[in-house]
C-alpha cells in the first residue's frame, strides 16, 4: 500500500484516513503490485512555465472538505496540460488528462488531446469523485 494503512472491509479495499489517493496497480513484468499513495497532480507546459515533470510550484493543492484538487495559478497563457504522478507510471503523459467543458478526459493509448487553451491567473479545480472540473 505504499505506506497507507488499508485493510479489507467485506471485500473492498478500506483507507484508514480520508484523503484523495492515486490507486495503481502495476500487471508489467509478470507482476501482481497494488500501490496507493496520496494523489499528486501537476501542471505542465507553457501555461505553468515549462517542460519538466514534477516541478513542486505546479503541484496542485488538496482540499479535503470540498474533494478537490486546484492548480496554482497559471502562470502564463498557452495550452493547459497536468496529469498525475506516481513512481511507477514511466512518463507523465501515460497519465494526462484535460478538463473538456466539465469534464475530465483521460488521454489513455492515444496521442495528445485536443488543447484547451488557458490565461495566466486561472485555476483549474478538479472533481475526482465525478470526473468533472473546471478553469476559472
Not at 500487471?27 to 496507493?36: E, I, T, Y
Not at 507523465?92 to 483521460?106: L, M, P, R
Not at 493509448?109 to 491567473?121: E, P, R, S
Request: hydrophobic share 40%; aromatic share 10%.
Amino acid at each position: 500500500p505504499n505506506g497507507v494503512a488499508i485493510s479489507d472491509n467485506g471485500g473492498n479495499m478500506a483507507i484508514a484516513t480520508s484523503g484523495l489517493y492515486t490507486v495503481v496497480l502495476d500487471l508489467r513484468n509478470s507482476a501482481k503490485k497494488l500501490s496507493v499513495a496520496p494523489a499528486k497532480v501537476y501542471g505542465m507546459g507553457d501555461c505553468f512555465g515549462g517542460w519538466t515533470s514534477d516541478v513542486a510550484a505546479n503541484l496542485f493543492t488538496t482540499d479535503l472538505t470540498a474533494k478537490t484538487l486546484t492548480s496554482p495559478a497559471l502562470t502564463a497563457a498557452g495550452n493547459i496540460r497536468m496529469y498525475v504522478s506516481h513512481p511507477w507510471i514511466p512518463a507523465w503523459w501515460n497519465a494526462e488528462f484535460n478538463v473538456f467543458g466539465t469534464e475530465i478526459q483521460y488521454r489513455n493509448d492515444g496521442g495528445d488531446q485536443t488543447a484547451v487553451a488557458g490565461t495566466a491567473g486561472k485555476t483549474v479545480t478538479l472533481h475526482f469523485d465525478d470526473n468533472t472540473g473546471s478553469i476559472q
